[in-house]
């Protein structure tokens, strides 16, 4: 039986079982006995089906989806210019290999991207399947084109979980832990992070980065500086206004390729194309994978022409490397978005979220702060009167939400970050059920 799922799905939260329900419990317990531990599950609801602002499970209940599948599903899970894109696509090739024969959506995708992102400068892109792929292809390329070899990452920095950016990701629980050795010439620096460095402003921030790679790494060996312009697995941690372009800034005055991992803030998700925008920052190289292409993988490269064209031919690829599938789903994408209006649509939710979360944080001291943008937003949580991290009531108000049938996930580098990021398709009636839900959460969870 084809079960449907996409817009036309009911949007509504319905619960005709516990969560997770019998039919979710007999499937995780074949999943513990055939799948490696090392996968966790944070919510064993198995989905049947999803679509708008809802995930269907296998016992028949329906979910409101603040989660988007770690902001992929941004367009909505099986939006129909998707479905329509990758069902032609299924029936016309599914492979070839773009390094042997290619074809037109790979160069399509590329137009498109050269387009959408940063600055009007001429740009190449390249394409991957996976975000940490493409973070490791960006330092590639950016160590071919100055021949120095540092890269510079931040403090709560998320890049993947791939041997170099595994090196380059902050977080040593469960990323890091016992998989070493890990990457060399890989270097951390201090981040703006306003709730816990007193409000210190986002140049004297940046200067105190600056400070730490000149006295610890030396401009003379550094290739490249990665950063989230938002930090998303970190904690959703929004820097202090100038502290990106400062940093750009160095950078350019140093011959240190800027590289904006927008692997998780990429497409309309932070209530604009690209998050760098909100600073009026242009990257040298941009990395984009997750929102790309509607759940099908795909990520990339992007960026100046004379950087991107420093590896000799033959020097970038892979066998699926923007599998057509993939690319005709991420043109779909991209039209969806702009047909839609939807970088609108995450400054609207925005704005209902923000409302809301403020209005819940004066009733509940718990809350230390409320931040993000666009559909992306993020509430801290910590012991009252203090900015101690609270992981445990982050747990207990994540699993409460669950059992009310809300998917909410959680961050941060103490795991005291419950972050929203609901498709950009969710109704409005949904999102402030979602957000009901949420609150009473709040309330009954002491
Ligand atoms: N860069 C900014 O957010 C992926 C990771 C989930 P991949 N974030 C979700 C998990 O626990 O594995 C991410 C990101 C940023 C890079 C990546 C890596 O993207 O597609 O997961 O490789």
């Known amino acids: 039986m084809t079960v449907i799922g996409g817009p036309s799905l009911p949007q509504e939260r319905r619960l005709i079982t516990s969560i997770p329900g019998p039919v979710s419990q007999a499937i995780q317990a074949r999943k513990v006995a055939a799948v490696a531990q090392g996968v966790g599950t944070m919510l064993p609801v198995y989905v049947v089906a999803a679509g708008g602002g809802v995930l269907v499970d296998a016992d028949g209940n329906s979910l409101i989806d603040f989660g988007s599948g770690i902001a992929v599903s941004t367009v909505g899970n099986s939006a129909t210019g998707v479905v329509s894109a990758v069902t032609d696509q299924v029936q016309a090739f599914t492979h070839t290999c773009f390094m042997i024969t290619p074809y037109d959506g790979y160069v399509a995708v590329a137009e498109t991207l050269n387009r959408i992102t940063p600055g009007d400068h001429d740009k190449r892109s390249v394409l991957f399947n996976s975000g940490a792929e493409a973070v490791e292809n960006a330092v590639k390329i950016a160590r071919a084109f100055t021949r120095k070899q540092a890269v510079v990452t931040f403090d709560h920095a998320y890049h993947g979980r791939t041997n170099l950016t595994m090196a380059m990701t902050a977080k040593n629980m469960p990323y890091k832990s016992g998989f070493g050795p890990l990457a060399p010439e890989v270097y951390r620096a201090p981040l703006s992070y306003p709730f816990r460095d007193g409000g210190l402003d986002g140049v004297t921030a940046a200067r105190r980065a600056i400070d730490v790679i000149e006295t610890q790494v030396g401009a003379a060996n550094l290739a490249a500086l990665v950063i989230e312009p938002i930090q998303g697995e970190g904690g959703f941690i929004v820097p202090a206004d100038g502290f990106l372009p400062t940093l750009v800034e160095w950078c350019r005055a140093n011959n240190v390729v800027f590289v904006a991992d927008e692997v998780q803030t990429g497409f309309a998700?932070?209530?604009?194309?690209?998050?760098?925008?909100?600073?009026?920052?242009?990257?040298?190289?941009?990395?984009?994978?997750?929102?790309?292409?509607?759940?099908?993988?795909?990520?990339?490269?992007?960026?100046?022409?004379?950087?991107?064209?420093?590896?000799?031919?033959?020097?970038?690829?892979?066998?699926?490397?923007?599998?057509?599938?993939?690319?005709?789903?991420?043109?779909?994408?991209?039209?969806?978005?702009?047909?839609?209006?939807?970088?609108?649509?995450?400054?609207?939710?925005?704005?209902?979220?923000?409302?809301?979360?403020?209005?819940?944080?004066?009733?509940?001291?718990?809350?230390?702060?409320?931040?993000?943008?666009?559909?992306?937003?993020?509430?801290?949580?910590?012991?009252?009167?203090?900015?101690?991290?609270?992981?445990?009531?982050?747990?207990?108000?994540?699993?409460?939400?669950?059992?009310?049938?809300?998917?909410?996930?959680?961050?941060?580098?103490?795991?005291?970050?419950?972050?929203?990021?609901?498709?950009?398709?969710?109704?409005?009636?949904?999102?402030?059920?979602?957000?009901?839900?949420?609150?009473?959460?709040?309330?009954?969870?002491?």
Not at 289 to 300: D, E, Q, R, V
Not at 307 to 316: C, N, S, T, Y
Not at 375 to 395: C, H, N, Q, R, Y
């Open 269 to 446: 998700r932070t209530g604009a194309m690209f998050a760098c925008e909100h600073e009026g920052v242009v990257p040298d190289l941009i990395v984009t994978a997750k929102g790309i292409a509607g759940g099908l993988p795909l990520s990339a490269v992007t960026g100046r022409a004379e950087i991107m064209d420093a590896p000799h031919v033959g020097g970038l690829g892979g066998t699926y490397g923007g599998n057509p599938i993939a690319c005709a789903a991420a043109l779909a994408v991209v039209e969806t978005i702009e047909r839609e209006g939807l970088v609108d649509r995450a400054r609207a939710i925005e704005e209902t979220m923000l409302k809301r979360l403020t209005a819940l944080q004066a009733e509940d001291n718990r809350i230390g702060d409320i931040r993000g943008r666009g559909a992306m937003m993020a509430v801290e949580l910590v012991v009252p009167g203090t900015t101690d991290p609270d992981a445990d009531l982050t747990k207990r108000i994540a699993a409460a939400a669950h059992a009310q049938g809300l998917v909410v996930l959680t961050c941060g580098t103490h795991g005291n970050v419950l972050r929203f990021l609901p498709p950009l398709s969710i109704p409005d009636n949904l999102l402030h059920e979602g957000l009901d839900v949420l609150s009473q959460t709040f309330r009954e969870t002491r």
